[in-house]
């Protein structure tokens, strides 16, 4: 679960009595009234209406009870039910704010411990560099590798340990090296590391970090070879520009003295970044730029500029949760290359692969648009499709598996609009009267079966997956204010609304809302956390 899902998860309650999850005591109890005046029991003569009523009535009072407890409802902020459900005594024990807080934070921490302690997550890369040209001289593909591997383990609240080791091979020569890593947090703003390294380059030393303010943390370092007793110091400072991008500076005084000023750029769609290194063996630049194409793929163009000349391009692809495929094409005065990687988790497996030292344009084009050619038309002829049927199977497996559930989720929702349909006809025809805000359809769901339905596909509408959506035109109708004016919050999950329900659980969901107002025709497509406030004239059809 992502961490926006967490929040919307814990939120729910809030969507059920309609109000902003920052809402005063005062407009959670007008809420509640407003709320209570249509689903009182006592309201209904019909034995099956009472008892739909009774039991939405319940959840509302539920709802109110805790939103309006200052303790329950900070409690149900952080941690959502389970945090009410968990055994936290409230009262003598815990009777200010901030020890319920400093409870519950004791209880996550000792989650998180037992969670870390079950799991050793290590690190690594394995690099294996191939030579074409040298297989075809009869001298073997194989290069050169080398694999590093560290674990990382939490020993206490202030303190890690982490224990590594790097083995290299190239042609008869081989080199090996071990490290040892201790962190200690010494306060919330400063650190302190001890680090040893025993053969390939073998040194110890020491590394303090600050956060000197709330946009800017500076690292010192110490380090001395156990070679030849030369010593290195090291300064770097960090300074966040803004939401998006940040600025470095990296000082470096030793046996191979630098400074590098650096930039980086990360948003959504894209992500670049530059270094420029003067020191007393070269002087160089690079460059990277980053496009995400989806969720699932992206492109890289990297160039480098200082004693390696190179161009690199290339892209990836999520594959799974947890892996990532990336291939790139580097031309530069080394010769041609390709890359393979594939990372999984904190697991890295590196290949270059070694085409030619010598630059012939042909060859360099050949080299580049091979691969490509023979990917794109994999991409169309193999991987998109096999991809769609395997995330349609996943999705007709869940919906399988969670069939009950939300078959009796709708019947519920169902059942809740019937109370609601009285109230919300006699306001849409209010709206019609005064040429105001009208819903004329709404659906709440999968985003690919509301794709379809836009899209007029009816293969797509009597596909299995169309059940994976819910009619929720009547209570958006109901939630129309006087005024002709509705309004969604932010970050609040749309399947608590009362009349809504999850119609597909664990998966993706939008809200698709078309609507008249003023004699005009309007539509908008919102996602689940996201505000939805109506009328607006960007939604104009």
């Known amino acids: 679960?992502?961490?926006?899902?967490?929040?919307?998860?814990?939120?729910?309650?809030?969507?059920?009595?309609?109000?902003?999850?920052?809402?005063?005591?005062?407009?959670?109890?007008?809420?509640?009234?407003?709320?209570?005046?249509?689903?009182?029991?006592?309201?209904?003569?019909?034995?099956?209406?009472?008892?739909?009523?009774?039991?939405?009535?319940?959840?509302?009072?539920?709802?109110?009870?805790?939103?309006?407890?200052?303790?329950?409802?900070?409690?149900?902020?952080?941690?959502?039910?389970?945090?009410?459900?968990?055994?936290?005594?409230?009262?003598?024990?815990?009777?200010?704010?901030?020890?319920?807080?400093?409870?519950?934070?004791?209880?996550?921490?000792?989650?998180?411990?037992?969670?870390?302690?079950?799991?050793?997550?290590?690190?690594?890369?394995?690099?294996?560099?191939?030579?074409?040209?040298?297989?075809?001289?009869?001298?073997?593909?194989?290069?050169?590798?080398?694999?590093?591997?560290?674990?990382?383990?939490?020993?206490?609240?202030?303190?890690?340990?982490?224990?590594?080791?790097?083995?290299?091979?190239?042609?008869?020569?081989?080199?090996?090296?071990?490290?040892?890593?201790?962190?200690?947090?010494?306060?919330?703003?400063?650190?302190?590391?001890?680090?040893?390294?025993?053969?390939?380059?073998?040194?110890?030393?020491?590394?303090?970090?600050?956060?000197?303010?709330?946009?800017?943390?500076?690292?010192?370092?110490?380090?001395?070879?156990?070679?030849?007793?030369?010593?290195?110091?090291?300064?770097?400072?960090?300074?966040?520009?803004?939401?998006?991008?940040?600025?470095?500076?990296?000082?470096?005084?030793?046996?191979?003295?630098?400074?590098?000023?650096?930039?980086?750029?990360?948003?959504?769609?894209?992500?670049?970044?530059?270094?420029?290194?003067?020191?007393?063996s070269a002087i160089g630049a690079v460059g990277r730029y980053t496009h995400r194409f989806s969720s699932k793929s992206h492109g890289r163009i990297t160039g480098k500029i200082g004693s390696a000349l190179e161009l690199e391009i290339g892209g990836g692809r999520k594959i799974s949760d947890f892996s990532t495929v990336r291939m790139l094409y580097t031309i530069g005065i080394q010769g041609i290359y390709w890359k393979l990687e594939l990372h999984r988790g904190a697991q890295k497996l590196v290949v270059p692969i070694f085409l030619s030292r010598h630059i012939n344009l042909g060859f360099a084009a050949g080299a580049f648009l091979i691969p490509t050619s023979l990917y794109l038309t994999l991409k169309s002829l193999v991987f998109k499709p096999y991809y769609r049927r395997r995330e349609k199977q996943q999705a007709l497996e869940n919906m399988e598996q969670t069939r009950a559930q939300v078959k009796e989720a709708k019947a519920a929702a169902e059942k809740a609009q019937r109370l609601l349909q009285n109230v919300a006809n006699r306001k849409q025809n209010k709206q019609l009267e005064s040429n105001g805000l009208v819903i004329i359809e709404a659906v709440y769901g999968n985003p690919k079966v509301i794709k379809s339905i836009n899209n007029n596909n009816s293969e797509e509408k009597e596909d299995e997956l169309a059940s994976q959506i819910v009619d929720v035109t009547l209570p958006l109708n109901f939630l129309v204010s006087d005024s002709g004016q509705l309004k969604l919050h932010e970050g609040v999950k749309k399947s608590g609304i009362m009349g809504f329900c999850d119609p597909c659980p664990g998966e993706t969901k939008k809200l698709y809302v078309k609507y008249t107002y003023g004699g005009n025709r309007y539509e908008v497509e919102v996602d689940d956390l996201q505000e939805l406030i109506l009328p607006q004239e960007g939604h104009r059809i």
């Open 1 to 280: 679960m992502t961490q926006a899902e967490d929040g919307g998860s814990n939120r729910e309650l809030y969507a059920l009595l309609h109000v902003s999850p920052e809402a005063s005591d005062e407009e959670i109890r007008k809420a509640y009234r407003q709320w209570a005046q249509i689903y009182h029991p006592d309201k209904y003569q019909d034995q099956q209406m009472k008892d739909v009523a009774t039991e939405n009535f319940q959840r509302i009072c539920e709802a109110y009870e805790i939103l309006t407890d200052e303790y329950k409802r900070q409690i149900y902020d952080i941690y959502g039910m389970e945090g009410l459900t968990s055994g936290l005594e409230l009262g003598p024990k815990l009777n200010k704010a901030e020890e319920i807080k400093e409870e519950l934070e004791r209880l996550k921490r000792k989650r998180e411990e037992e969670k870390k302690a079950a799991h050793f997550q290590p690190s690594g890369v394995i690099l294996a560099q191939l030579s074409v040209p040298s297989f075809l001289a009869g001298h073997g593909i194989m290069r050169a590798m080398s694999m590093n591997s560290e674990i990382q383990s939490q020993i206490s609240k202030n303190n890690v340990i982490a224990f590594g080791g790097t083995l290299a091979v190239k042609g008869n020569d081989g080199d090996a090296a071990a490290n040892a890593v201790f962190r200690h947090q010494l306060s919330s703003v400063s650190s302190i590391e001890v680090m040893a390294s025993v053969g390939l380059r073998g040194l110890i030393g020491v590394q303090t970090s600050r956060q000197l303010s709330r946009h800017a943390n500076a690292t010192m370092g110490l380090a001395v070879s156990l070679r030849d007793g030369s010593i290195n110091l090291s300064n770097s400072w960090n300074r966040q520009l803004s939401t998006t991008s940040n600025a470095s500076i990296e000082l470096i005084l030793g046996s191979d003295s630098s400074v590098a000023v650096g930039w980086r750029k990360k948003d959504k769609k894209m992500a670049a970044a530059g270094e420029i290194r003067i020191g007393t």
